[in-house]
């Protein structure tokens, strides 16, 4: 006989098995009972769909009619044609519905292992109530709890009520089908069965329940994760009832979806998600280092918590010899630095620009007793500043220029981060005792060259320094620690916006970073005044600026709004846009720098300025504006010394000596990218700071060349700003990144602004067509 087509939503199935566990045959008359047996006997039903509150029956193709059954508080049935015998095809109806349930239950292949061939049962308006109950056997195996029939060939017609029965309790339990049998996979769902429907199911069935399931009535043990100190390294065991478990349950437990987890030999235990999350990370390194300790929920040994005090406690470390050219606050950060390296943990020294920090790492290399090679990386035009201050302050010190050249034995060797690049497989081949870097800014970028070289190094202690430890975003922070303490954040950066929560974030950092302002430290610093100097531009100059604009416009739209998806183009608009106003002829050579409003405004400025004796250092990143400014100078100020540092300076210590030993007022003309680190300049008392760059703290680290340890004089500082211009806009995104570095590392208690601030040029993009 056909099978007839069965299609069921869960919802469907749940609420038809709740309905047919009712006396549902009592509501009928005998007759009726008797006419929807032999309907459905005779197989006229070919379609069955089960949805929540109504099923769909269709008939045999020949004579295809359809009917819909609903049960609410009675039971209706409407059909295609309205001389048919509704209620019959009811009952028949109900007769398929229950089979349907009982097959998918028993898994029986055809429908005649339920109806015999031998005619219908002969009672009055009911089915024979089962004197048996259903026998079932459950069994605790890997994949978890199965459920079986203790004998599937003693499952008769006489049972269907108990199938059905069975069919919606082990789908409400959560049971599916696998096999001949059922099988419950959530560990936590086994536990909730075992709890609360066991004892229900053993009055219902004829139930054999092993001893290992009866001991999951138990509640769960929960596995503890214990971390402990292993030489300068961590281990990293679970336990169960404070005992190890061994490493093939291990495995089992780091592979496990769930907090509940069923553990063969030991029956349904507890990991925490959080903890399970730390543990992979762990079990992912080679080598786990005592720091990744801090801050996790994982359970420490007793000697590990002794390090973690000592790591606190600063008072531990001791110098071993005299400073006696460096200031308290100096000393401090090498005691700081030397405790930190003797814990096996990196350190960032973020002291503002001024405060010395090549001294003080100087300080913290005279303190090591050498017994492997130390390596300084530094921008090219600060190696000669690390050879000049160690002759000065540590003259006994053994530091050396290297290049490729030269073996590296135990010494300490400063070379520029090019070189390193260049030299990355001869220097990632050496076991170091310490690596500095210097103007750690560098490595901000971790799919750079260089950043992926520096971490590479194998070293025992890792230092940066930088006075600017974020520029743009939170990732330029990642960039630091991923070098000097790896795995003490996610290895992948777009994941770090976890920690934008300003006390997690900032509790991770905070021992690891030492962070000093002049303020805080350096009471006897002159003040430092800053002024913004509105330009206007000439009427030249604004002609040539609005016709850039319009072109901008025809390119990228009215509103800019196509600058996104064509950025290379639009950064040279930009570019252009800002050199016009500098001045026009560095985009038209041929116009005289009297068109300039900023040459008109520095005139006035260096005039009253040399009038009082200023020496002033004139920053800008246009080269070229530069150098058609110093003819001007020259021919306004005859009397007055114009000095001149570039990428094309050969001599360039020379010229910084010469200027810092001249006496009387004088002009020193700066490229910012190559004077603005690693010089000092603190004779000078006036800064002037040309055009604005996208970057505060690229004009912060200029202005702090005079404004630093040994001046003198007050500083005065002019920002020149072209006003109703791009520039506008420039300097109100440097406030914002200002507020950025202040919020993560200035007090390290602020970090609102993490996870919104972008890339500065980007951000960039949706001001800028308020301003043109």
Sequence with gaps: MRIPNRIFSANGFDFWANKVLLDWESRFPEDVLLRGRKLYKSGVIRSVELKKGFATLITQPREERYFILEWDNEIQIRSSHSTDDLQAFAVAGLYEIEALLAEYTMGFPQRDAHITSEGLPQVTHRRPASTTKLALQLSLIGEGLRLDFASKENVALDHREHLVRLSHLSRKAGFFKCGNGFLLSSPYRIWVFVKQHLPKWKMLFDLTVPESVEKLLRDPEVIRIQLDKVGSG???????????????????????????????????????????????????????????????PLERSEELEAWQRSLLDLDGTLLEKEHPLLRPYQIKGVRWIKHLLNHQCGALLA????????????????????????????????????????????????????????????????????????????????????????????????????????????????IALTGTPIENALSDIWSLFHFLMPGLFHQNVKALHEHANRVAFQQKIAPFVLRRTKKEVLRELPEKVEIAVPCFLSEKQQHLYSQWIESGKAVFGNTFEKAKDNRIHFFALLTRLRQIACDPGLVYPDRPIQQ????????????????????????????????????????????????????????????????????GPCAFLISLKTGGTGITLNTADSVILLDSWWNPFVEQQAIDRAHRIGQKKKVFVYRLIATQTIEDNVYKLQHAKSLLSDAVIGNLSDASLLENHFPAVLQCLRPLQNVL
Aim: proline share 5%; aromatic share 8%.
């Design 234 to 296: 961590l281990s990293v065991q679970a336990t169960f009832l404070k005992k190890p478990i061994d490493s093939a349950l291990q495995k089992h437990l780091l592979k496990a979806k769930d907090e509940w987890v069923l553990l063969p030999g030991h029956g349904i235990v507890r990991l925490a998600k959080e903890d399970q999350q730390v543990w992979q990370q762990l079990e992912g390194l080679d080598h786990v280092p005592l720091y990744l300790s801090i801050n996790t």
């Design 351 to 462: 002291d503002e620009m001024g405060l010395g920090k090549t001294a003080q790492i100087l300080g913290v290399l005279s303190e090591m007793s050498l017994t492997k090679p130390v390596l300084l990386l530094a921008p090219a035009t600060v190696v000669s500043v690390w050879e000049t201050e160690a002759a000065h302050f540590y003259p006994t010190l053994n530091l050396r220029k290297w290049d490729p050249t030269m073996p590296l034995d135990s010494g300490i060797y400063v070379t520029s981060y090019s070189q390193a690049r260049r030299s990355a497989k001869k220097l990632q081949a050496v076991d170091f005792q310490c690596v500095i870097l210097d103007e750690a800014q560098c490595i901000k970028n971790p799919k750079s060259k260089i950043a992926q070289v520096c971490c590479l190094l194998k070293t025992d202690g890792r």
């Design 596 to 663: 300039s409003a900023k040459w008109v405004m520095l005139e006035k400025l260096l005039c009253e300025g040399f009038q009082n004796g200023h020496k002033v250092l004139i920053f800008s990143q246009f080269l070229q504006f530069l150098l058609r400014l110093k003819p001007a100078i020259q021919k306004a100020f005859p009397k007055v010394d114009c000095f001149e540092l570039n990428g094309k300076t050969l001599h360039r210590k020379v010229i910084v000596d010469a200027f810092q030993n001249h006496r």
